[in-house]
């Protein structure tokens, strides 16, 4: 990622989890100015001990912890190829993604991706590799990651508009298709916490996030000790309190209560 324009993420799952992510840190502030490197979490119970390296490591914090009742995701595990069965009009859909014009490629054990989703969905189905991690791989243009879009793009639901679900739920959209692919392996679908799409389209889907909610994320932050100030790009960029006492009872769980009950 040396010489990467834009914004190197840490993402997830949840990094925080990782036995080795203060180690991932260290090697990557070695290696990418801090200005350039983001975390996305979750801030989960019991991690705040990285407080300090995760301020020192990140300027870029995107948090969200699904407590809010007005964020929607996307229904991924909808294939569009189940929606829009003609080809070219399929691809038309691909090849105008939002996820792709937003940030889009990652890396994974599987290898480099031009789509975090694409990655994604080559270690759930088990699908080719991605390209080798070697230097400049992001330079890489549309006619190089062709392979990838067709492979995985059509057993997606991103591209296309449908209704979205509210991130609270707890349950996955899944059209038939990959459903099936996904029997056998997947705990969601023992558990039958997934809905059939009927795979109609809408004219707006539902707004997916309130990005920018400062508030919603300065909550999340405080658990750690950490406050955020908004940069000139709009992300925020995290910094240590004081003083800071994990065990006492903040602001934060009052507000988190406020947010269980607008959730109800």
Same mark, same amino acid.
């Given at each position: 990622m040396?010489n990467f ?9 949840e990094?925080?989890?990782h036995p080795?992510?203060e180690?991932f840190?260290e090697?990557?502030?070695?290696k ?17 001990n990285? /407080?300090?390296?995760?301020?020192r490591?990140f ?14 995701h996307?229904p991924i595990?909808?294939a569009?190829e189940e ?10 859909y691909?090849?105008h993604?939002w996820?792709?014009?937003k ?8 290898g480099?991706?031009?789509?975090e989703i ?9 699908g ?6 070697e230097r400049d791989w992001?330079?890489?243009t ?8 067709e ?6 639901g991103c591209a296309v508009p449908?209704?979205?679900?509210i991130s609270?739920?707890?349950r996955? @959209? ?9 029997e056998?392996?997947?705990f969601?679908?023992?558990?039958k916490?997934?809905i059939?799409? @009927?795979?109609?389209t809408v ?7 309130t990005? /920018?909610?400062h508030?919603y994320?300065?909550?999340i ?15 925020h ?8 006492d994990?065990?006492r ?7 988190r209560e406020?947010?269980?009950e607008?959730?109800?």
């Amino acid at each position: 990622m040396i010489n990467f324009p834009g914004i190197t993420g840490f993402i997830g799952g949840e990094p925080l989890l990782h036995p080795q992510f203060e180690e991932f840190c260290e090697y990557a502030l070695n290696k990418i100015p801090r200005k350039q490197l983001g975390l996305n979490t979750s801030f989960p119970k019991g991690y705040e001990n990285y /407080r300090e390296t995760i301020c020192r490591t990140f300027e870029n914090l995107f948090l969200n912890d699904h407590t809010k009742p007005n964020i929607y995701h996307c229904p991924i595990l909808v294939a569009i190829e189940e929606v829009v069965p003609d080809r070219k009009s399929m691809f038309l859909y691909i090849d105008h993604c939002w996820v792709n014009e937003k940030w889009s490629a990652s890396i994974n054990p599987k290898g480099a991706f031009f789509c975090e989703i694409a990655g994604a969905m080559a270690i759930l189905f088990d699908g080719n590799s991605g390209w080798p991690v070697e230097r400049d791989w992001f330079t890489r243009t549309t006619k190089d990651y062709t392979a990838q879009i067709e492979e995985y793009c059509p057993k997606c639901g991103c591209a296309v508009p449908l209704p979205r679900r509210i991130s609270l739920d707890g349950r996955d @959209d899944i059209s038939l298709g990959n459903l099936k692919r996904l029997e056998g392996k997947s705990f969601k679908i023992e558990k039958k916490q997934y809905i059939i799409s @009927d795979l109609k389209t809408v004219d707006e889907p539902e707004e997916m996030w309130t990005y /920018r909610d400062h508030k919603y994320r300065q909550i999340i932050a405080s658990r750690y000790g950490i406050y955020l100030t908004i940069k000139e790009d709009t992300f925020h960029e995290p910094h240590l309190k004081k003083s800071f006492d994990p065990e006492r009872k903040s602001i934060f769980e009052q507000l988190r209560e406020k947010y269980k009950e607008e959730r109800s």
